[in-house]
């Protein structure tokens, strides 16, 4: 199954000479680059930094991916998680 349409990460902020999260600036690209408008994009990330400048880009979803575990690799209580982009569902209207 095939989710992710494009991505953008820190080769591509280099290549356009832009500020990295939680300057919005390369978000706003990504959004650019699909032709989308930015409030019905989503936003996957692994890090919150990356979150911020996803609310800053006006994303209209942010999903913040995490694998539960603590710097000393202990599990965190509290945290989510999603082991793959299968497990999360977005249904239009919910945004």
Do not use: N
């Amino acid at each position: 199954m095939h989710l992710v349409e494009y991505i953008v990460d820190a080769t591509d902020a280099e290549r356009h000479h832009l500020s990295g999260p939680p300057d919005p600036a390369l978000h706003q690209l990504a959004s650019k680059l699909l032709h989308a408008t930015a409030g019905r994009a989503v936003l996957l990330t692994d890090s919150q930094e990356a979150a911020t400048a996803g609310h800053r880009a006006g994303f209209g979803h942010v999903i913040t991916i995490t694998d539960d575990r603590g710097a000393d690799g202990e599990t965190v209580a509290g945290a989510g998680s999603a082991a793959d982009l299968e497990s999360v569902v977005l249904r239009p209207g919910t945004g």
